[in-house]
């Protein structure tokens, strides 16, 4: 009993000392998923948009909650505005695919800001790639809505050619036997 675990020939303490790190480890993990104050998110944005930080960039643009988003975007400083909007463009731009949860940061971004980006005297110039991005994404909707319509007309195709081959039922066949015969009669009366 002199501190020394016998099993693994290790100090006791130690071993209570390296159980305490794993329960504060995992204490904070557990805490990590709840979301940051409006403040923080603020400040974190500004820093990552300051910085031109990426990742952190990312962990901001990752909370959807509407509420979160719009006290955040209400903390953020007006020079930081055009330059949040480039940045959201620029990774919509790049991945079309996250435009749907990007669009949440975009639009309340507009909306809170709406009087200072009205005001801009070189709005235009600021929001061109955004113009330019959203006429592409309108250009190319009559297409897609065009090659839809063709899948479905070829799936639908499909199907039907699939029922029409589909084996007969057995009272379906019994009705075509008596046709043929039908048939056979109309035919051997006709030869006489």
Known sequence: SSGINAEYGEFQPFQHYFKQINLSTMLAVSSSNAVPAPDSLAQMLVQALTAQDHALLEEVLHYKKPVTVEKTLSRLPLTHVIPLIQSITEKIDSKPSRGSELTIWLRQVMITH?????????????????????????????KLIKLQGKLELLLQERRSSEDDCSPLSPVSMEENEGEEQEDDDDLESEDE
């Open 114 to 142: 709406r009087s200072y980006l009205l005001s801009s005297p070189d709005i235009a110039a600021n929001l061109q790639p955004l113009y330019r991005l959203i006429d592409m994404q309108l250009n190319n909707y009559p």
